[in-house]
C-alpha cells in the first residue's frame, strides 16, 4: 500500500495525513453508521459498506493525486463503519433465531479462521502481483470485495431483528440505549479493560510489526536486500496461525473459558512485549501468534457484551465500543511515536507491556472485568 503512495508522488506526511483522515473518519462514523444498521437493517447496511468499500478500491488503484486519495480515505474508512457492529449485531442476531447465540465465538471464530486462511494466500499473490503493477493488488481486492456484495444479496435480516421495534427508533433513542449500555455496572469494567487498555496496547503490536521485524532479521544474519520478500511469507505465516488459532475459538472458550482467558491473557502478552526489549528474537514468536490471539479475543468480547445488551440498538451500542477504541488508542499512538523516536520501537512496545500490565492489575484489584452468571458467557 504504502510503496503505491510513494510511487505515485505522495511523501511520508502526506501518508500520515491520510492515515489521520481514515481514523477520524472511522471515529465520528462509528455512531451514525452503526445507527443506520439498527434502523435500516443489518444486511442493507453490511451492503452499502461493501459497495463503498469496492468502489473506493477501484479508484484508490485508478488515483494519482494525493486530493483525490484523501477523499477515498475517507470513504474507505466509511465503508468499514457501516459494516462495524452490524456484522456482529447480524451473526448474533441470526444464531439468537437459531436459539444458538451461546455459540457466537465459536461461529465467530471458524469464519475468521476461514479469513486468514485466505488472506496467507492473498499475501503471497498480492506480492507477486505489485511486482508487475501496484495498481493490480487494488483492483483485484475490488473485485473480490464486489462479489461479497453478490453474496449479501442472498442473505436476509434476522427475524429477531425483524420482530424489534426498528421502525420506530429515533436517533435520539438509540443515543439514550448506547448511554444506558455503556453505563451498565457489569459492562463497565470490561470496556475499560478490554476497549480501553488492552486493544490499545495491541494495537501497537501491529503498527511495529515491520520496523521491528527488519531490525530483528538483519541482527540474526539476514541480508537487508531480502528483508522484504521475507516479510511477505512472515505475513502468509502469521495468518496460517492465526487461522489455526480462530478455528478452535469455540474449543477454547470450552476448556480455557472466557473469563480465564481475559484474566490471564493481558498479563501473558505484557510480560512478552516487555521480554521483546531485553530479548529482541522473542518479537518473532509474538508477533507470529499476535492475530490469532487478537481475533480470539475480539470473539470473546464480541459474545460477552452481545450476551449484555438488547436486540434494539445492537449495532450502534457495538459500533459505540468500537468508537471508544478508537479513542482510546490515540494517546497510545502518539506516546509510542515520541518514545520510538527518542529510543526505540521495541522500547514503545516495551513500555506498553508495562502499561498493561500494572492497568490490568489495577482494575482487577478495582473491579473483576469479566462476570459469570450470564447465560451463554
Known amino acids: 500500500m504504502y510503496l503505491f503512495f510513494l510511487a505515485q508522488g505522495l511523501d511520508f506526511t502526506q501518508i500520515a495525513i491520510l492515515e489521520v483522515i481514515y481514523n477520524l473518519t472511522t471515529l465520528f462514523g462509528e455512531i451514525p453508521t452503526g445507527y443506520v444498521g439498527d434502523?435500516?437493517?443489518?444486511?442493507?447496511?453490511?451492503?452499502?459498506?461493501?459497495?463503498?468499500?469496492?468502489?473506493?478500491?477501484?479508484?484508490?488503484?485508478?488515483?494519482s493525486s494525493f486530493l483525490t486519495l484523501a477523499v477515498l480515505y475517507a470513504c474507505w474508512s466509511a465503508g468499514y463503519n457501516f459494516r462495524s457492529g452490524s456484522e456482529d449485531a447480524w451473526l448474533y442476531d441470526t444464531l439468537t433465531d437459531e436459539l444458538s447465540e451461546g455459540e457466537f465465538a465459536h461461529v465467530r471464530g471458524r469464519g475468521e479462521s476461514a479469513s486468514l486462511a485466505v488472506g496467507a494466500g492473498a499475501a503471497i499473490v498480492g506480492g507477486y502481483l505489485g511486482s508487475i503493477d501496484l495498481s493490480y493488488p487494488?483492483?483485484?481486492?475490488?473485485?473480490?470485495?464486489?462479489?461479497?456484495?453478490v453474496v449479501l444479496l442472498t442473505l436476509d435480516d434476522p427475524e429477531t431483528y425483524k420482530q424489534s421495534e426498528s421502525d420506530d427508533l429515533s436517533?435520539?433513542?438509540?443515543?439514550?440505549?448506547?448511554?444506558?449500555?455503556?453505563?451498565?455496572?457489569?459492562?463497565?469494567?470490561?470496556?475499560?479493560?478490554?476497549?480501553?487498555l488492552y486493544a490499545?496496547?495491541?494495537?501497537?503490536?501491529?503498527?511495529?510489526?515491520?520496523?521491528?521485524?527488519?531490525?530483528?532479521?538483519?541482527?540474526?544474519?539476514?541480508?537487508?536486500?531480502?528483508?522484504e520478500s521475507l516479510l511477505g511469507w512472515f505475513y502468509a505465516a502469521y495468518s496460517l496461525v492465526g487461522a489455526v488459532l480462530s478455528y478452535y475459538t469455540g474449543?477454547?472458550?470450552?476448556?480455557?473459558?472466557?473469563?480465564?482467558?481475559?484474566?490471564?491473557?493481558?498479563?501473558?502478552?505484557?510480560?512478552?512485549?516487555?521480554?521483546?526489549?531485553?530479548?529482541?528474537?522473542?518479537?518473532?514468536?509474538?508477533?507470529?501468534?499476535?492475530?490469532?490471539?487478537?481475533?480470539?479475543?475480539?470473539?470473546?468480547?464480541?459474545?460477552?457484551?452481545?450476551?449484555?445488551?438488547?436486540?434494539?440498538?445492537?449495532?450502534?451500542?457495538?459500533?459505540?465500543?468500537?468508537?471508544?477504541?478508537?479513542?482510546?488508542?490515540?494517546?497510545?499512538?502518539?506516546?509510542?511515536?515520541?518514545?520510538?523516536?527518542?529510543?526505540?520501537?521495541?522500547?514503545?512496545?516495551?513500555?506498553?507491556?508495562?502499561?498493561?500490565?500494572?492497568?490490568?492489575?489495577?482494575?482487577?484489584?478495582?473491579?473483576?472485568?469479566?462476570?459469570?452468571?450470564?447465560?451463554?458467557?
Not at 138 to 149: I, P, R, Y
Not at 201 to 223: K, M, N
Request: glycine share 10%.
Open 251 to 377: 474449543a477454547i472458550k470450552e476448556r480455557v473459558g472466557v473469563k480465564t482467558w481475559f484474566v490471564v491473557l493481558p498479563f501473558l502478552v505484557g510480560a512478552a512485549l516487555v521480554g521483546m526489549y531485553f530479548v529482541p528474537v522473542l518479537a518473532l514468536p509474538t508477533f507470529l501468534v499476535a492475530r490469532g490471539l487478537s481475533d480470539v479475543t475480539r470473539s470473546f468480547a464480541g459474545q460477552y457484551v452481545n450476551n449484555r445488551i438488547e436486540t434494539l440498538g445492537r449495532a450502534t451500542v457495538l459500533s459505540a465500543m468500537a468508537m471508544v477504541s478508537g479513542l482510546a488508542v490515540v494517546p497510545f499512538q502518539l506516546g509510542s511515536g515520541v518514545i520510538s523516536d527518542y529510543v526505540s520501537p521495541l522500547f514503545a512496545l516495551a513500555a506498553a507491556g508495562g502499561v498493561l500490565i500494572v492497568g490490568s492489575g489495577l482494575l482487577l484489584l478495582w473491579e473483576t472485568p469479566v462476570k459469570d452468571g450470564v447465560p451463554n458467557s
Open 171 to 196: 436517533f435520539r433513542r438509540t443515543v439514550g440505549i448506547v448511554k444506558e449500555a455503556l453505563s451498565q455496572r457489569n459492562l463497565r469494567a470490561f470496556i475499560l479493560y478490554y476497549y480501553v
Open 138 to 149: 487494488w483492483f483485484v481486492a475490488a473485485v473480490v470485495t464486489g462479489v461479497g456484495a
Open 39 to 63: 434502523r435500516v437493517g443489518r444486511r442493507n447496511s453490511l451492503l452499502i459498506g461493501t459497495v463503498l468499500i469496492a468502489v473506493t478500491l477501484l479508484g484508490i488503484g485508478l488515483s
Open 200 to 227: 490499545a496496547v495491541t494495537y501497537l503490536v501491529f503498527v511495529f510489526l515491520q520496523p521491528i521485524f527488519r531490525t530483528v532479521v538483519v541482527d540474526i544474519g539476514i541480508a537487508p536486500a531480502q528483508v
